[in-house]
């Protein structure tokens, strides 16, 4: 929904027909966003709700679990997207001031740090596969089996609790990456129209409106990252 | 259907469903006068203020925060006494008395399979004397489903992993419907049955005309020993990596996160499933799970084992056919053959 | 009434500004959007009707002879399916709303025409999947999907009807979005707050239960999809997973639902009400709040489902407890209604019949929703037939009666023509007979014990079944005449002028059908809401007087 708000914005580079004047415009198109964000808090929400109800019903089996997950490649990717907020937030800002040359460099910037994230967990992901933490039957051909002891199973934790683990790790990730790829792909939007000079210090709402778009992915990865990754981290096996 | 059809309420036949009803009939008189009140006066000011010429312009009317706070505050506290007064019945439907005789029901796509302290099985009927307090433990093999008695006012939903549970006693001997509440598949309106309650001593004689199986407490002493719990469970200590079981069931356990649980019988369960998830303080996660391993049934029977163990410190309690002020949580099981096997 | 005399119309309107298919399926003019929601969602309408004229066939007698019972259990999941996600929640916002949101705070379309429009194609494709799920052999789970029955044993199409559902969520979704941005920030000069019509604040409220409920569903649905399709195990308690988090994520969502079902409604019956008794509405700001307070209160009540699904017996007493308090704000509604008749100048037209209706049967469903919020009557009625009684109240009687008395009362607008009076009175009559021998007779069968969802079923019901299924045969002429005179009108029907009902909202100073920017010039607004006389004049009645007139 986000693509075809742009695509609206974009379509029109003046005022549109229906709003009074570009103040109501810009007003119109900034508030649609915040919307449209809280909607997706409420979407990530159901997920939180699943992850900290069995988190705190199986606590063994999501440390182990988590232990396992690669927080190098983890911890970088944090900082890659909080790096690509700041180059987001300097493609608004020289938006705003006129700078055209900073506004192209910025915004290629933040394509690149997105795509070198996109990258990173694609290496995460293919990690997984190899070693069969594809939660289910989802992979055909590659059910959920991973090595016991690799995994440092202490015994009595199911590894069907640490399944739910990887279940709730993969929709949460997978929903995050695709909503980054999304990202990625109005980012890819502006830098074309800009390149064509679209954006102006009067008219700069579809630059501002995707930079809260970024800014909540970045976000929502902020909360992951910790939750997935670092919670637990040393209180897992015996 | 032997019982009289009474237009408008089903047949009471429980010491609570009079109870259910008292409150119904409240809330019913509280809807009449709601509604007559709404109707009548929408009524009266449809006709007395219709239009009688096209043009006419009434004046406008000034709000009123008297009126406001009047029509907020009168159904609140209205909704307060339903809500009082419905929670009080909710209390005592869902908190069954300690004295109740227990009675093992696993729900199944799409039969009700029901099972005796004294070993009795019943598939789609559930024989209880009147005057006697029964307490149903309740899981499902598969899907959810709901045991419904209308002539009792009660019902809960039965859902698989957990055990959920309902009491009751029947005052009127009658034969009473027992109908699956939650939509559970294709046979769910098929999945319906009837609660037979008997007078205390038909009741005792269709025990002994049943007595042919073995009791729930002595089958699970004997899942017990198949499956080596006693290996590490021994009765009263025995084996010494597990806890001792004796005299386990409703006592207080400390667990090793310094938590304390009562081992009721959600507890026990888990603790077979799922064992590394309370682990008692002392004792290593050394046991492996038996989920799979074991059925509904067959949790149900070692449970009921469980209950009858319950030593000789415990005072021996009431005969089965009998509720016996302040006796033990089990006392059906304590009399049962199991204990006395054991 | 010179006072509220339309600009002259001009031949040209937003019908025939342009002609061809291709000008309406890319029309981006939201009351063109409106009217293709309108014909999408009466089709899903008539679906959904004939799975209720099977149901009621089917229970005429007790044995269950005449579908076998997995074909009964598709129909009365495809009945709640079609009528809840593609009939009910859509029904008034997407049609009415549609149309009449921009037009009564004078703007000239809603913020985001494109969304506008992709909504509704969101809404046909989550659509076509569902029928797709319904031709290819059906779903049996129930609308409620409940896990561990829907992810492990249904043998049915329940990836595709999810699919469909969580779809069509999006179409929700970004119509509360433009509904939200258009009203806050597409208002005419003047158009204050506090002017607004309470069509529009109720459509406010509904949309923040759309934009905060309807994510959770859509993230459920799909949870329980995957389940299915990879046998993950969130859900089900053979591997680990718990059940009853399905029931209080679905309900998180499908509770406020009702709200997203009832609360247009309300807005409609306000509108009716006021314009059609002349009068301002009496405590504007409380009807206008008491929206808000339901939507917001609306989210913390969904535990009432699970009084008997094994939820601890506090968390019953706490949801319990704000049912109730939810009850407080509908009330407010009922009362307030009521006093606007006093000393109004009350006309009988079809719209005005719906309302009365309306204001009726939500009486009583709301009244019977509190024996449902009672803990200790809820365990013997929940499950039974009491409740499929109160939700149709809710639903048909609340919801169905505010979309058919909006439709008729805004005909004249929307289609340019006037509907035969005399049929619409006398369906309005057929439809509440109807709707009442139908659905009253299964509040007595609940308390009797009837469970719901069954096929077949003891004899002693029998009475009651046969009722209603006579009331279903009332209510299916009842619907079918609206249905039938409503086309007529579009070409023979008289035509309308700009403002039959002679009344001061905004939508009604313009020509109908109105232009495709809604006003030849920008409204500025200097009136208050239901201002038909000059406030000085407000007349301050009986004992309960306020020292001022009530400032709205």
Redesign the interface.
């Known amino acids: 929904?986000a693509e075809?708000?742009v695509?609206?914005e974009v379509g029109h580079p003046a005022l549109q027909?229906?709003?009074?004047n570009l103040e109501?415009q810009r007003?119109?198109g900034t508030?649609?966003m915040w919307?449209?964000l809280?909607?997706?808090i409420?979407?990530?929400?159901?997920?939180f709700?699943?992850y900290t109800?069995?988190r705190s019903?199986?606590p063994?089996a999501f440390a182990i679990a988590s232990n396992h997950l690669d927080i190098k490649l983890g911890a970088i990717n944090t900082a890659v997207l909080i790096f690509s907020s700041f180059t987001m937030a300097m493609a608004v800002y020289s938006t705003q001031i006129g700078k055209r040359r900073a506004q192209i460099i910025s915004l290629v910037a933040t394509i690149i740090l997105g795509l070198a994230f996109l990258g990173i967990k694609a290496v995460e992901y293919y990690q997984k596969y190899e070693d069969h933490l594809i939660?289910?039957?989802?992979i055909p051909g590659n059910p959920f089996n991973p090595d016991p002891h690799a995994m440092h199973l202490?015994?009595?934790?199911?590894m069907?609790?640490v399944?739910?683990f990887y279940?709730?790790y993969f929709?949460m990730t997978g929903m995050h990456a695709l909503h980054m790829i999304i990202g990625v792909g109005l980012l890819s939007f502006l830098l074309y129209f800009s390149v064509k000079g679209r954006y102006s210090p009067e008219y700069h709402n579809p630059v501002e409106v995707i930079g809260l778009y970024w800014h909540f992915v970045d976000i929502v990865w902020i909360f992951l990252f910790p939750l997935l990754y670092l919670l637990g981290r040393h209180t897992g096996g015996? | 259907m032997q019982t009289p059809w009474i237009p408008f309420i089903p047949p009471s036949a429980s010491t609570l469903s009079d109870k259910v009803d008292a409150l119904y009939f409240y809330l019913v008189g509280v809807t009449i006068f709601f509604t007559l009140l709404i109707w009548g006066v929408l009524g009266f000011f449809v006709i007395k203020y219709r239009r009688r010429n096209r043009y006419e312009i009434p004046r406008p009317v000034a709000g009123s925060l008297k009126l406001e706070t009047m029509w907020s505050v009168i159904p609140f506290i209205i909704a307060m006494t339903m809500f009082a007064w419905g929670a009080q019945v909710f209390f005592q439907l869902w908190r069954p008395p300690a004295n109740a005789v227990e009675v093992y029901v696993v729900g199944k796509q799409w039969m009700w399979k029901i099972q005796h302290t004294t070993g009795q099985r019943e598939i789609n009927e559930l024989h209880v004397p009147v005057g006697r307090k029964i307490k149903l433990i309740m899981t499902t093999e598969d899907v959810i489903h709901a045991f419904f008695v209308p002539a009792f006012r009660i019902k809960a939903d039965v859902v698989p992993g957990r055990y959920t549970t309902l009491w009751f006693e029947a005052t009127k001997p009658g034969r009473y419907h027992l109908f699956c509440a939650e939509y559970c598949g294709m046979n769910h309106s098929g999945m319906i049955g009837s609660v037979v309650a008997m007078e205390p001593t038909e009741f005792d004689s269709w025990l002994s005309g049943n007595t042919s199986q073995q009791s729930p407490a002595v089958a699970g002493q004997q899942i017990y020993v198949t499956l080596g719990c006693v290996s590490c469970h021994g009765a009263s200590g025995e084996g010494g990596r597990g806890p001792a079981l004796e005299g386990l069931f409703g006592k207080q356990v400390f667990l090793n996160n310094g938590q304390t649980v009562v081992a009721d019988e959600g507890y026990v369960r888990e603790s077979i499933v799922n064992p590394q998830a309370k682990l008692v303080n002392g004792f290593g996660p050394i046991m492996p799970t038996f989920q799979g391993q074991v059925s509904e049934e067959q949790l149900l029977q070692i449970l009921a084992f469980i209950k009858s163990l319950q030593g000789e410190t415990q005072p021996t309690t009431a005969r089965p056919s009998g509720p016996v002020p302040g006796s033990s949580p089990a006392p059906a099981a304590a009399a049962s053959p199991g204990a006395v096997n054991r | 009434m010179e006072e509220f005399t339309p600009p002259v119309p001009s031949k040209i309107n937003y019908i025939n500004a342009q002609y061809g298919l291709k000008s309406w399926l890319l029309t981006k003019d939201h009351k063109r959007i409106a009217l293709l929601y309108l014909g999408s969602i009466t089709f899903f309408f008539f679906i959904g009707g004939i799975y209720a004229m099977l149901i009621r066939l089917e229970l005429l007698t007790p044995q269950g002879d005449l579908l076998q019972s997995t074909t009964y259990n598709k129909v009365f999941t495809q009945h709640g399916i079609i009528m809840v996600f593609f009939f009910l929640i859509p029904s008034i916002p997407a049609t009415l709303g549609n149309f009449l949101v921009p037009m009564m705070i004078g703007a000239k379309d809603l913020a985001f025409p494109r969304i506008n429009l992709l909504s509704w194609y969101i809404y046909m494709l989550g659509g076509l999947i569902t029928i797709y799920a319904l031709l290819a052999g059906g779903v049996d789970t129930g609308w409620t999907f409940y896990t561990p029955f829907s992810t492990t044993f249904s043998n049915s199409y329940v990836v595709a009807a999810g699919l469909g559902i969580f779809i069509n969520g999006f179409s929700s979704i970004l119509t509360g979005l433009n509904f939200i941005v258009t009203i806050h920030t597409m208002r005419a000069p003047g158009m204050t707050w506090f002017r607004l019509p309470l069509f529009i604040w109720s459509h406010y409220a509904t949309s923040l239960v759309m934009i905060l409920g309807t994510p959770v569903i859509a993230i459920t649905v799909l949870l329980v999809a995957f389940e299915r399709v990879a046998h993950i195990g969130i859900f089900d308690p053979a591997v680990g997973g718990d059940p009853v988090l399905f029931q209080h994520l679905f309900w998180f969502y499908s509770h406020p639902a009702v709200y997203i079902m009832i609360l247009p409604s309300m807005g409609v019956v306000s509108e009716l009400i006021a314009n059609f008794s002349r009068k301002n509405i009496f405590g504007y700001s409380f009807v206008a709040f008491s929206s808000l307070a339901i939507a917001v209160f609306g989210f913390l009540v969904w535990g009432h489902h699970l009084f008997v699904s094994g939820q601890s017996i506090y968390a019953g007493m706490i949801f319990s407890f704000l049912s109730f308090a939810v009850a407080v704000p509908s009330a407010i509604k009922v009362f307030n209604w009521t006093a606007t008749l006093y000393k109004g100048s009350i006309s009988f037209d079809t719209p005005m019949l719906y309302a009365l209706g309306f204001i009726g049967l939500f009486t009583i469903g709301g009244m019977t929703g509190l024996f449902l919020a009672t803990l200790g009557v809820d365990v013997h009625v929940t499950d039974t037939y009491f409740i499929v009684a109160h939700f149709h109240y809710i639903m048909v009687g609340g919801a169905i009666f505010g979309y058919l008395g909006g439709l008729h009362y805004w005909w004249p607008k929307i289609s340019g023509r006037m509907y035969p009076d005399g049929w619409g009175r006398f369906s309005a009559l057929l439809i509440f007979a109807g709707f009442n021998l139908t659905f009253f007779p299964q509040f007595v069968a609940g308390y009797l014990g009837m469970p719901r969802r069954y096929h077949a079923y003891p004899p002693e019901f029998q009475v009651f079944n046969v009722l209603s299924t006579a009331g279903a045969s009332i209510l299916a002429v009842g619907y079918l005449i609206p249905a039938i005179y409503l086309v007529w009108s579009m070409r023979y029907g008289k035509v309308a002028p700009g403002n039959p009902w002679n009344l001061p909202g905004l939508e009604w100073r313009t020509q109908s059908p109105p232009p495709t920017e809604n006003f030849d010039y920008t409204p500025v607004v200097t009136w208050e809401a239901y201002e038909f006389a000059p406030p000085e004049e407000t007349e301050v009645v009986g004992r309960f007087r306020d020292e001022v007139p009530e400032k709205v």
Do not use: R
């Not at chain 1, 027909?17 to 009074?20: I, Q």
């Not at chain 1, 939660?135 to 989802?138: E, F, H």
């Not at chain 1, 202490?154 to 199911?158: D, E, N, R, S």
């Open positions: 929904m075809s708000y695509e609206h027909h229906h709003f009074a109501q007003e119109a508030l649609g919307v449209f809280v909607t997706e409420m979407f990530f929400g159901g997920m709700l699943a109800l069995y019903k199986y063994e939660p289910g039957s989802l202490t015994q009595g934790v199911l069907q609790h399944q739910m279940w709730i929709a015996h």
